[in-house]
């Protein structure tokens, strides 16, 4: 199987917390600084639905009139000139407005859906007909290594940005997919009880090993932390 090179990237706080009033409200050129890194890291950017489903989802679209469609679970093979927006979505939680996701200001990005065959019929023709690109990786939980194979062949994708949550980040890091780990901190502690970088669902200890590579200090007193994969 072939893989692109992944690269997880994320903006904490200093006590690793990953959400939070810190990120928009007292740092908006190290938020800035992010996205910047984000497309220059890969000509991919993914996360899990639960996040996508925040930001993104538009709740409003009605997919009941797609009830009685027939899905041939085949993939949807779309190439596009811009980046990819990668939504792994086992269930077809996220409703997407648009094929093209307007993240940050003015930046186009392609959809791109990777789901199941868990997923409803009426879901998986809701994208068709948005024209929405989607593959299967999985009967009813998504397997990362032939997802990622299929970003790599189907798409031409070879760096791909991992930005979140806790939860699909620990799968990456589970499956030993994880090439680099970009970590962002912004100086402030955020005290709550939100997410960090990595957490497993059971919550049983995940240790990972990664080598230090380098440390940069960024503007507004934030620092870039990179660790690589040991060999």
């Given at each position: 199987m072939f893989k692109p090179y992944v690269s997880l990237l994320m903006l904490t706080s200093i006590d690793?917390?990953?959400d939070g009033s810190f990120i928009d409200d007292y740092n908006q050129e190290l938020g800035d600084y992010y996205e910047e890194l984000k497309l220059e890291i890969s000509n991919a950017w993914g996360n899990g639905s639960a996040t996508h489903k925040i930001y993104f989802s538009d709740e409003t679209a009605d997919i009941s009139k797609y009830k009685?469609?027939?899905a041939d679970y085949e993939d949807n093979i779309i190439k596009s000139e811009f980046p990819y927006v990668v939504s792994f979505d086992t269930v077809g939680k996220v409703k997407w407005k648009d094929n093209l996701l307007i993240y940050p200001e003015n930046i186009k990005n392609q959809v791109l859906v990777v789901t199941t065959k868990k997923a409803p019929s009426e879901y998986i023709a809701y994208l068709k007909e948005k024209k929405i690109a989607y593959i299967f990786a999985g009967e009813e939980k998504i397997d990362l290594n032939i997802a990622l194979d299929k970003l790599y062949?189907?798409?031409?994708?070879?760096?791909f940005a991992l930005t979140g949550g806790a939860t699909i980040n620990a799968e990456f890091f589970r499956e030993n997919l994880v090439d680099e780990i970009n970590i962002m901190i912004a100086p402030f502690i955020d005290g709550s009880k939100n997410a960090t970088i990595s957490e497993t669902v059971d919550g049983k200890s995940l240790?990972?090993?990664f080598k230090f590579s380098e440390v940069k200090k960024l503007k507004n007193d934030g620092l870039l932390l990179v660790y690589k994969k040991l060999n």
């Amino acid at each position: 199987m072939f893989k692109p090179y992944v690269s997880l990237l994320m903006l904490t706080s200093i006590d690793g917390k990953i959400d939070g009033s810190f990120i928009d409200d007292y740092n908006q050129e190290l938020g800035d600084y992010y996205e910047e890194l984000k497309l220059e890291i890969s000509n991919a950017w993914g996360n899990g639905s639960a996040t996508h489903k925040i930001y993104f989802s538009d709740e409003t679209a009605d997919i009941s009139k797609y009830k009685n469609s027939k899905a041939d679970y085949e993939d949807n093979i779309i190439k596009s000139e811009f980046p990819y927006v990668v939504s792994f979505d086992t269930v077809g939680k996220v409703k997407w407005k648009d094929n093209l996701l307007i993240y940050p200001e003015n930046i186009k990005n392609q959809v791109l859906v990777v789901t199941t065959k868990k997923a409803p019929s009426e879901y998986i023709a809701y994208l068709k007909e948005k024209k929405i690109a989607y593959i299967f990786a999985g009967e009813e939980k998504i397997d990362l290594n032939i997802a990622l194979d299929k970003l790599y062949r189907l798409f031409d994708i070879k760096k791909f940005a991992l930005t979140g949550g806790a939860t699909i980040n620990a799968e990456f890091f589970r499956e030993n997919l994880v090439d680099e780990i970009n970590i962002m901190i912004a100086p402030f502690i955020d005290g709550s009880k939100n997410a960090t970088i990595s957490e497993t669902v059971d919550g049983k200890s995940l240790t990972k090993e990664f080598k230090f590579s380098e440390v940069k200090k960024l503007k507004n007193d934030g620092l870039l932390l990179v660790y690589k994969k040991l060999n």
